[in-house]
Each structure stands twice: as C-alpha cells, then as structure tokens.
C-alpha cells in the first residue's frame, strides 16, 4: 500500500518549505517511509472530490489505503503512532511530546499566523501598518516564553520528537519577518530542525517541483 499525499501544484513560496506539506514530508521522512504526491491547483482544492478526503479544501492531506486524513498535527501524529522515532516510547515523556506538538499548533503557530495575514494579505489596507507593531508583539510574546523554556536545550523536551518537528515547521514561518532572528537559541533550535537529513529530504522533494526550473 503507497502513502499518498497531496501537495499544491504551485506553492506560492516557490518551494521554500513554507507549505505545509513539507512537514508531513518531513515526518514521513523521519520515520522512512515512502510515499507518493498527488498535485492539485487552487481550483482543484475546491473541487468535490478533494473536498471529499479535505473538507476545507486545503493541502496536505494523507490517504493509506482506507485511511484519509487531513491537518497536519493529525497526520503526524498518526505517523508518530504508527512508527518508530517521533515520539518517545515512555508514557510521560511521550505525553509531554505530544502536549508540544499541540503547543506548537495551538499557542505558537496562532499569532505566526496573524503576522502572515498582517504582512501579506493586509499590506495595503489603511491600518494596516499601525496594527502591525501590535501583531508582531503578540509573537514576541509567545516566544519570550517558548525561548525561555527551551534555553540552552537541543530540543523542548530531551530527545527530538514530533513536538519538534512541529515547533520547527512553524517558526521557519517567522524567518521572512526578522522575528526570529531576535531570538538566539530559537533560531538555532530552528537551524538544528533542518539539518536534520530527514528534513533536507523533504525540503529538497518539494522544493524540485517548485523551483523556477522546474516547470
Ligand atoms: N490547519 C491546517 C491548515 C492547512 C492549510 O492552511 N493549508 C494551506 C497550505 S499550507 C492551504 O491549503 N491553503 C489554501 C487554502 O486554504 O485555500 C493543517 O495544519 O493542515
């Protein structure tokens, strides 16, 4: 049976690993698996039968065998399951991963998500540039703490696991904004995420189908 994901035919970054099929890449990469990608165009995301396996018509989404699922924490999580290496085998520690990988999603990637809708999709509106000093700070905040709590750890809870996974797929968004770089052990924590060879491997899977060459 073939893992199949789907992907965007044309990611608006170009291919930088910004999509958030680079983490279910990453993932799968992780825990060596293989797997196939369906492309699909913005309309495509819309159509009935992507809306059938997505129902707010987004990429990624995950279909093996019988299985179809869509949200990133989801898929990876049932990765982490599934296999070895995302998660760690004890019942506390493993607890503890899991709870990073729903900060990640649901306290860091929130506000990260704001200042994207803010810079890019709010950029000409009139208040827009008085509202952004105000969108950046609620980042801030959010990583004043994440950076405290990671201090000069490798990783948020010992070992690397899905929660890291997660945390890194969602501050490379910051990069283009400066934020991160304000913030010395995140922007290592971030670094030492894609040196990863599993991460290089699904940079470099996505980034093939996106670079200006490509096409
Ligand atoms: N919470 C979802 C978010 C999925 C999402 O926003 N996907 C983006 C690509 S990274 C998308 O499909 N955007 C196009 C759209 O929403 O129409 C997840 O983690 O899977």
Request: a neutral charge; charged letters at 20%; one cysteine or more.
């Amino acid at each position: 049976m073939t893992i199949t994901i789907t992907a965007f035919e044309r990611s608006p970054d170009g291919g930088k690993g910004l999509a958030r099929d680079t983490r279910v890449r990453w993932a799968l990469e992780e825990v060596g698996q293989p797997y196939a990608v369906r492309f699909v165009s913005f309309a495509g995301m819309k159509a009935p039968d992507h809306l059938a396996i997505h129902p707010f018509g987004q990429i990624p989404t995950y279909e093996d065998g019988s299985l179809s699922l869509f949200e990133t924490g989801s898929i990876v999580f049932h990765l982490a399951e599934q296999h070895a290496g995302l998660l760690p085998k004890e019942r506390n520690a493993r607890a503890r991963a899991i709870t990073w990988m729903f900060a990640a999603l649901n306290t860091i990637e929130p506000p990260i998500l704001e200042l994207t809708t803010a810079r890019i999709f709010e950029a000409d509106k009139p208040w827009s540039e008085a509202r952004l000093p105000l969108v950046k700070d609620r980042v801030r905040a959010r990583l004043d703490c994440l950076s405290t709590h990671l201090g000069v750890a490798d990783w948020l809870d010992d070992a690397f696991s899905a929660g890291d996974l997660l945390m890194v797929s969602v501050l490379l968004r910051l990069r283009m904004s400066g934020i991160l770089d304000e913030y010395q052990n995140l922007a290592a924590y971030v670094a030492r995420g894609e040196a990863r060879p599993a991460y290089i491997r699904a940079y470099a899977a996505q980034f093939a189908i996106n670079a200006p060459s490509a096409n």
